[in-house]
């Protein structure tokens, strides 16, 4: 059965897996949650809890979860799953790459974190600092990259661009690389780049890492601007540079 779990803040639904969970138990409680949803006027925020007492779905409950599940994906804001159990926490991680909102996986023991994540979203985006005497974005991150992320970053971008015909630098400080949180960051990412690209003379990442090093040789191959590797706390040396972009031709 799913139970509906109280105590919790306004604008949150949840819900705790017990035994094996069947289609009347999708129709009986989380149907009317998504359509008290959409009659409020709100976007999902949701939180599941799931521990030992849960069993597993019978076909007709695994097909409502899949279907209610793609009917809730236009509409999601955050998915808080809580559980100890492994495969739960690997198979919600996986699914999470796929959601168009915010998902994120918490042990038993920080039921109360969980809550107040789903409260805090979308969260704090990256910090996107503008150097108008340089001509230089630089973007601070530490945490895979969202659509809220990329989406402030292009904002930053298109506000240089409005005025000037090329962006001289774009440098990227992150402590590893950061990835994306899901399929719709990196697709939001791809298109910004496909994008403005050709608008950018040069991009910096001062990011750790080895890897990022062999990838920025790749991508400097691949893309019209100029792309470098620096470390993590070479950021000013990376701004110099990427500030350079504009006049690496005349110097």
């Known amino acids: 059965m799913i139970e509906t779990y109280p105590?919790?803040?306004?604008?949150?639904?949840?819900?705790r897996a017990v035994g094996t969970l069947s289609r009347e138990d999708y129709d009986t409680v989380v149907v009317p949650m998504l359509e008290a949803a959409a009659r409020e006027g709100r976007r999902l925020r949701f939180l599941c809890i799931v521990d030992e007492e849960f069993r597993g779905?019978?076909?007709?409950?695994?097909?409502a979860d899949v279907k209610l599940g793609l009917a809730a994906m236009r509409n999601l804001e955050g998915c808080a799953v809580v559980s100890d159990l492994t495969w739960?926490?690997?198979?919600?991680?996986?699914?999470?790459?796929?959601?168009?909102?915010?998902?994120?996986?918490?042990?038993?023991?920080e039921r109360d974190e969980a809550l107040r994540w789903l409260e805090s979203l979308p969260g704090r985006p990256a910090t996107v600092?503008?150097?108008?005497a340089a001509g230089v974005v630089v973007v601070d991150v530490d945490q895979a990259l969202r659509r809220e992320d990329v989406e402030a970053i292009a904002s930053?971008?298109?506000g240089w661009l409005a005025d000037h015909t090329e962006l001289p630098g774009l440098v990227l400080h992150a402590p590893s690389f950061p990835g994306w949180e899901n399929v719709g960051a990196l697709v939001q990412h791809l298109r910004f780049v496909g994008g403005?690209?050709?608008?950018?003379?040069?991009?910096?990442?001062?990011?750790?890492?080895?890897p990022v090093g062999v990838a920025a040789r790749i991508a400097g191959t691949l893309l019209h601007p100029e792309v470098r590797h620096f470390?993590?706390?070479?950021?000013?040396?990376?701004?110099?540079?990427?500030?350079?972009?504009?006049?690496?031709?005349?110097a």
């Not at 105590?7 to 819900?15: C, H, L």
């Not at 779905?57 to 097909?63: E, I, N, Q």
């Open 129 to 132: 600092r503008v150097d108008p």
């Open 196 to 210: 403005h690209q050709r608008r950018i003379a040069r991009v910096a990442l001062a990011v750790d890492g080895q």
């Open 231 to 250: 470390a993590f706390a070479q950021v000013d040396e990376a701004s110099v540079w990427a500030g350079a972009g504009a006049h690496a031709e005349t």
């Open 88 to 109: 739960v926490r690997e198979m919600t991680r996986l699914a999470g790459f796929f959601l168009p909102g915010h998902a994120r996986v918490f042990g038993a023991a």
């Open 57 to 63: 779905l019978t076909p007709d409950g695994a097909w």
């Open 7 to 15: 105590d919790v803040p306004s604008g949150i639904d949840a819900v």
């Open 156 to 158: 930053a971008v298109d």
